[in-house]
């Protein structure tokens, strides 16, 4: 990553390009800039680019665990005998769940379960940019389509 600043710096009129390093724990900040088009050219190597991909496939899996929490587990059917069964009684007339209760019916709301990690995975992904162009320099570590290389790259969109 170093030497293509380098040869950026030495081959490109200065402030021509605006270069920023996609590398580090301040890598959604630069992904911003990208957004803004504040950056023109992003460098980041194929280890960045296979973190990325497998916390974003982690993020994934979490964000369909959810979808599916949410979606109604029971009929609509179901739905009108609990209005029915909740018509007409007092909150005083119902006696409390035993805490232990296995109970498939009763569970809290998405929103109200505690996170497994979600606020660790960033909002933004480089995944979901569309650039210009990519540029793999040593493209021959991507040739095996087995590897993290080749997925993590293979996500990227681009124009050319």
């Known amino acids: 990553m170093s030497n293509w600043r380098i040869q ?7 402030g021509a390009l605006k270069v920023a390093l996609y590398h580090g724990p301040k890598r959604e900040e630069v992904l911003k800039k ?8 992003l460098i980041t190597s194929y280890g960045t680019l296979v973190s990325d991909v497998n916390k974003h496939e982690e993020f994934l899996a ?15 059917a179901r739905g009108n005998e609990m209005q029915q069964a909740w018509h007409g ?15 498939e019916d009763h569970h809290l ?7 497994r990690g979600r606020e ?7 995944f979901d940019l569309h650039f210009h162009r990519i540029v793999l320099d040593e493209a021959h570590n991507i040739r095996n389509s087995d590897t993290g290389m ?7 969109s681009s124009e050319y």
């Open 62 to 76: 979490e964000k369909e665990e959810e979808e599916e929490e949410r979606k109604p587990k029971a009929k609509k």
């Open 8 to 14: 950026i710096k030495a081959f490109v009129k200065p």
């Open 109 to 115: 709301p998405a929103s109200m379960l505690k996170k």
């Open 150 to 156: 080749f997925k993590s790259t293979s996500r990227l």
């Open 89 to 103: 009684h007092d909150e005083d007339d119902w006696e409390p769940m035993e805490e232990d209760s296995d109970d």
């Open 120 to 126: 660790t995975f960033p909002k933004h992904w480089i």
């Open 34 to 41: 990208v957004k803004r088009n504040e950056i023109d050219v």
